[in-house]
């Protein structure tokens, strides 16, 4: 178990964001990446195509029990690794609003299913896409 030190430093430290490699160049991806997270319900925040970045919220979810309200936002960019392939790292942030002391608080992730879940639509977004493009030239 990390001693309190070691839990404090580690609340400060930056997180790393994660990273995946995908088949398509930055714009086709860039593209994907904002309809993988329309279908995951998350509200586009930003898109910025000259630096190919979106920004993304998912809805405010409210717990009376605890008493305060916790939304995650994502931050998507996107960046060619070679002529056919893009590569995608997500930041991940936690924000958390309470009404007892501290009142508002912003954490960044290092661990979410969400990663994985939202990693797993953009290549289906992606196979979609091919898909539908090979059949354009059929």
Not at 112 to 115: A, C, R
């Given at each position: 178990m990390p001693s309190m030190k070691e839990r404090v430093?580690?609340?400060f430290a930056a997180v790393n964001p994660k990273v995946s490699v995908y088949e398509g160049d930055p714009r086709t991806v860039y593209v994907a990446a904002q309809v993988a997270f329309k279908r995951l319900d998350y509200n586009l925040l930003r898109t910025n195509l000259g630096n190919l970045r979106v920004e993304a919220a998912s809805r405010i979810n409210s717990s009376v029990a605890f008493r305060d309200s916790?939304?995650?936002v994502a931050l998507v960019e996107i960046r060619a690794v070679s002529p056919t392939q893009s590569e995608v790292?997500?930041?991940?942030?936690?924000?958390?609003?309470g009404?007892?002391?501290g009142g508002a608080s912003e954490q960044g992730l290092r661990e979410?299913?969400?990663?994985d879940t939202y990693?797993?639509?953009l290549q289906q977004v992606l196979a979609e896409q091919s898909t539908e493009a090979a059949a354009k030239k059929n």
């Open positions: 430093q580690d609340r916790r939304q995650l790292t997500m930041h991940l942030k936690q924000l958390v609003e009404e007892g002391p979410h299913g969400f990663f990693f797993s639509v």
